[in-house]
């Protein structure tokens, strides 16, 4: 591990992170990456109860700790702080009025009841960005509901998508309402930089900042397609088609003799090589299906054929076959097989890490990949308000009253 060092291009960047578990620590985390400042607060053990982000206690743990910590705290700095307490919010405040970015993914108005409101922060911060991420945004008739992941994938439209027909609505497997949320916050961070580098002056030294409000379920619906414009042209309401893409064939899931692979041969001249591969040549050669819109009227021929062909071959066969003809296809991985794959390596996209306490970790490496300005690992997740007393002791103030050393 590297020590800790300014790098990448955000070197420089203050930001001051005051979200918890997925969706604000996420948006952080991809700054982290690329070399901005973070600090993380969180709540001090208290009253027996461990303290700190609940991140730190879900899934698997090693010694007390989630091994997803790793990956979603990597390069950040923790300060522990109660933000119910007064004095602690005063601190707060002292860190946000040197910082660029604040991230936060409390419910709307928790902030301004704390007193740290954009309004109230950017009097002495003008060149401050919020960005408040939240399960329904700062207005409208939903704004005070909870919101979580979960919820936001139903309302977004995606939940209704995934899933057999006639069947129950399934999740993904991970909480990808957080993780879009996430990445449009950094999108709209991003943007508000350049707005403040465009407007800057004797007035505003710094720029402008803003406020970026992202709401969990817009993150979803932002990524649904042709799902509204079709009903409201058509009143066609999409269903769920299971693996299948509705509209487009081929491209679907097929059987193997030991796992599953995806194909996707819906392009004219690729879907002709897909049926020379599988000795279907009688429906490649078909003028019925030769553009799309035939192939869609007949898609269960098609997906019949192609899984009469995978079904009696092995994956690796399948694969072989159909990468040979440049087909596009691939296997359905599990974590063993991304920790297998000679290209997740190659690519940088698996990196070795080993923890305080000594456990050797494979975790995600670091994306985008920037020719000039690479992202990297430059720092472990931190133990609980491990960088407390540094981070105060830089605004020449000591542990808050009642603390007499960092925790633990």
């Not at 008739?141 to 936001?152: K, N, S, T």
């Amino acid at each position: 591990m590297n020590p800790p060092s300014s790098f990448g291009p955000l070197a420089g960047l203050k930001v001051v992170e005051l979200g918890q578990l997925i969706a604000g620590p996420f948006a952080a985390k991809t700054l982290a990456d690329f070399g901005a400042d973070v600090i993380k607060i969180e709540p001090p053990a208290a009253d027996g109860k461990p303290g700190g982000d609940p991140l730190r206690q879900w899934r698997l743990l090693h010694n007390g700790t989630s091994v997803w910590w790793q990956v979603q705290s990597r390069n950040k700095k923790s300060v522990a702080l109660d933000l119910k307490d007064p004095a602690s919010r005063d601190i707060v405040r002292r860190l946000i009025a040197e910082a660029d970015i604040v991230i936060e993914n409390f419910k709307p108005d928790v902030m301004e009841a704390w007193g740290l409101s954009h309004e109230e922060l950017s009097r002495s911060n003008p060149g401050l960005i919020m960005c408040r991420i939240s399960g329904y945004g700062q207005t409208g008739p939903y704004r005070e509901l909870p919101g979580f992941a979960a919820v936001a994938e139903a309302m977004g439209g995606l939940r209704h998508l995934t899933a057999e027909p006639g069947r129950v609505p399934v999740r993904c497997g991970v909480s990808l309402g957080d993780t879009l949320a996430a990445l449009h916050g950094v999108i709209g961070i991003l943007m508000a930089l350049q707005h403040r580098h465009a407007t800057v002056s004797e007035q505003a030294p710094k720029g402008l900042g803003q406020v970026v409000d992202v709401a969990l379920y817009e993150s979803v619906f932002n990524c649904m397609e042709s799902l509204l414009p079709e009903y409201s042209a058509f009143g066609a309401v999409r269903e769920p088609a299971g693996s299948a893409l509705p509209g487009i064939a081929p491209s679907n899931t097929y059987a193997c003799v030991d796992g599953w692979v995806l194909v996707a041969g819906n392009g004219d001249s690729i879907y002709k090589r897909l049926m020379q591969a599988i000795g279907r040549d009688d429906l490649g050669l078909d003028p019925g299906l030769a553009t799309n819109a035939g192939r869609v009227a007949r898609v269960a021929e098609i997906d019949t054929a192609i899984g009469a062909w995978t079904q009696s071959r092995h994956v690796a066969a399948v694969l072989e076959a159909l990468q040979a003809v440049q087909v596009p296809v691939g296997r359905v991985y599990t974590a063993k097989d991304i920790a297998d794959d000679p290209h997740y390596r190659a690519r940088g996209m698996i990196e070795r890490i080993t923890t305080a306490d000594g456990l050797v970790l494979d975790v995600p490496g670091v994306v985008p990949k920037l020719s000039l300005t690479p992202g990297r690992i430059d720092r472990l997740a931190p133990a609980l308000g491990q960088d407390t007393r540094a981070v105060l002791g830089g605004l020449g103030l000591d542990l808050p009253p009642g603390r007499t050393s960092d925790p633990p």
